[in-house]
């Protein structure tokens, strides 16, 4: 059914704006003078899907993780202060704009007709992720939505940071190698080919470093409509590779060769499997459904792997704890914590608690290692600059000391 956005004069001369489903633009005119309501302005606001393409929504914004975490946060303040779903969803829909609008205006549509929220959420699993969809589905069967919302703006803000401390850790080395590299190509092809001139004024051979620099100037110059295209090509396939759940595990793998990049997977897998399984559990979802959804979001997929393995042993005799000390990806620490919890009765508590404290750790390690790939860049850098600078002088200064006898 098609929604309308409004705005009309009440009883007593105030605007009032707000949205409307109607079958037609008449039947909305009218079901707003019923409501002693006239209208001033009325315009169709299309669903998701609906209304055909569009030069704006191609140029829209994606919905990101902010948004969502907002969304979440406030229909939990609505629905524990007794306001009901669906009109909890017409309310937060006049808060948002773009695609997020739309799809809550599906959603609601949905509602209306009579399906449950973790179904019509489940449309749309590109916004919300599976664990998302299953704790709000375990908040409807046990009437505590508004809790389980509250746990789960936590949970994303949470998850979200640790994204976030992620990419500056990966974003700070790559662009000191784009530096590094954008300082070498300026020098081959800017400032050795200038100086040329004054290298074959001495007309003797030039000193090692500076004939290499030559070289490697010469050869830029003359290929680099092809080390371009090497370049793209490569690029574009390690990009493909990495997409392919082959080169996606052999990256994984890769990683879990190297120490500092192996302790960095392997905290993160024990921050996601704790946290995210003892909210699950805590909220009242399934052992098995539980186990389940927590491996589908583990990133390192040999790791993946490792954690099915255990899952079935788990289901089978229902000992986390000693099955999760076989992937060899839980610490001791970790795993000795896990099996008091579970001895105790205590188990979706004690694994929040695990994934809280290596969640710092991880942010921690994470500072810590962005510290030292610094000074190495540094390094790296002021070298190949020196390197240059010699390359360049060693000429000149043979020049000057015959230029003295």
Same mark, same amino acid.
């Given at each position: 059914?098609?929604?309308?956005?409004?705005?009309?004069?009440?009883?007593?001369?105030?605007?009032?704006?707000?949205?409307?489903?109607?079958?037609?633009?008449?039947? &909305?005119?009218?079901?707003?003078?019923?409501?002693?309501?006239?209208?001033?302005?009325?315009?169709?606001?299309?669903?998701?899907?609906?209304?055909?393409?569009?030069?704006?929504?191609?140029?829209?914004?994606?919905?990101?993780?902010?948004?969502?975490?907002?969304?979440?946060?406030?229909?939990?303040?609505?629905?524990?202060?007794?306001?009901?779903?669906?009109?909890?969803?017409?309310?937060?829909?006049?808060?948002?704009?773009?695609?997020?609008?739309?799809?809550?205006?599906?959603?609601?549509?949905?509602?209306?007709?009579?399906?449950?929220?973790?179904?019509?959420?489940?449309?749309?699993? %590109?916004?919300?992720?599976?664990?998302?969809?299953?704790?709000?589905?375990?908040?409807?069967?046990?009437?505590?939505?508004?809790?389980?919302?509250?746990?789960?703006?936590?949970?994303? &803000?949470?998850?979200?940071?640790?994204?976030?401390?992620?990419?500056?850790?990966?974003?700070?080395?790559?662009?000191?190698?784009?530096?590094?590299?954008?300082?070498?190509?300026?020098?081959?092809?800017?400032?050795?080919?200038?100086?040329?001139?004054?290298?074959?004024?001495?007309?003797?051979?030039?000193?090692?470093?500076?004939?290499?620099?030559?070289?490697?100037?010469?050869?830029?110059?003359?290929?680099?409509?092809?080390?371009?295209?090497?370049?793209?090509?490569?690029?574009?396939?390690?990009?493909?590779?990495?997409?392919?759940?082959?080169?996606?595990?052999?990256?994984?793998?890769?990683?879990?060769?190297?120490?500092?990049? &192996?302790?960095?997977?392997?905290?993160?897998?024990?921050?996601?499997?704790?946290?995210?399984?003892?909210?699950?559990?805590?909220?009242?979802?399934?052992?098995?459904?539980?186990?389940?959804?927590?491996?589908?979001?583990?990133?390192?997929?040999?790791?993946?792997?490792?954690?099915?393995?255990?899952?079935?042993?788990?289901?089978?005799?229902? %000992?986390?704890?000693?099955?999760? %000390?076989?992937?060899?990806?839980?610490?001791?620490? &970790?795993?000795?914590?896990?099996?008091?919890?579970?001895?105790?009765?205590?188990?979706?508590?004690?694994?929040?608690?695990?994934?809280?404290?290596?969640?710092?750790?991880?942010?921690?390690?994470?500072?810590?290692?962005?510290?030292?790939?610094?000074?190495?860049?540094?390094?790296?850098?002021?070298?190949?600059?020196?390197?240059?600078?010699?390359?360049?002088?060693?000429?000149?200064?043979?020049?000057?000391?015959?230029?003295?006898?």
């Amino acid at each position: 059914m098609p929604l309308y956005q409004y705005e009309s004069l009440n009883r007593r001369g105030v605007r009032v704006k707000g949205t409307i489903d109607a079958s037609t633009m008449q039947v &909305a005119k009218e079901t707003l003078q019923g409501q002693g309501l006239m209208p001033i302005s009325l315009t169709e606001v299309g669903a998701e899907g609906g209304g055909g393409f569009t030069l704006a929504r191609l140029f829209e914004k994606p919905i990101e993780a902010k948004t969502v975490i907002l969304f979440t946060k406030q229909l939990a303040v609505l629905l524990k202060s007794g306001v009901p779903l669906l009109q909890a969803i017409e309310l937060l829909t006049e808060q948002f704009d773009g695609r997020f609008r739309r799809m809550l205006i599906a959603i609601k549509d949905g509602l209306k007709s009579g399906e449950s929220f973790a179904k019509e959420l489940a449309r749309y699993q %590109k916004v919300f992720p599976n664990v998302y969809i299953q704790l709000v589905k375990a908040g409807e069967a046990s009437g505590k939505l508004d809790y389980i919302l509250l746990r789960l703006t936590d949970y994303l &803000a949470g998850t979200e940071e640790t994204k976030k401390q992620i990419k500056k850790a990966v974003r700070y080395p790559i662009a000191m190698m784009g530096v590094a590299l954008a300082v070498i190509v300026g020098m081959l092809t800017k400032m050795v080919p200038s100086m040329r001139g004054i290298f074959d004024q001495g007309g003797k051979a030039l000193p090692g470093p500076t004939q290499f620099l030559v070289d490697c100037s010469d050869f830029m110059l003359n290929h680099y409509v092809v080390l371009s295209g090497i370049f793209f090509l490569l690029a574009v396939s390690f990009v493909y590779w990495r997409s392919t759940p082959q080169g996606k595990y052999q990256l994984d793998s890769l990683f879990l060769r190297f120490p500092p990049t &192996a302790y960095f997977s392997r905290t993160k897998v024990v921050v996601q499997f704790s946290k995210t399984l003892g909210m699950l559990l805590e909220s009242g979802v399934n052992l098995p459904e539980a186990l389940d959804i927590v491996c589908n979001i583990v990133d390192n997929k040999v790791l993946t792997g490792k954690l099915r393995e255990a899952q079935d042993k788990i289901i089978k005799e229902g %000992k986390i704890a000693r099955y999760l %000390k076989e992937t060899a990806i839980f610490p001791n620490i &970790a795993s000795y914590m896990i099996s008091t919890g579970e001895q105790s009765g205590q188990l979706a508590q004690m694994l929040t608690t695990v994934g809280n404290d290596y969640d710092v750790e991880l942010k921690e390690y994470t500072e810590a290692l962005t510290g030292a790939i610094t000074p190495v860049m540094t390094f790296i850098l002021v070298g190949i600059i020196g390197f240059t600078m010699m390359a360049i002088m060693l000429p000149i200064m043979s020049m000057g000391d015959l230029a003295g006898l």
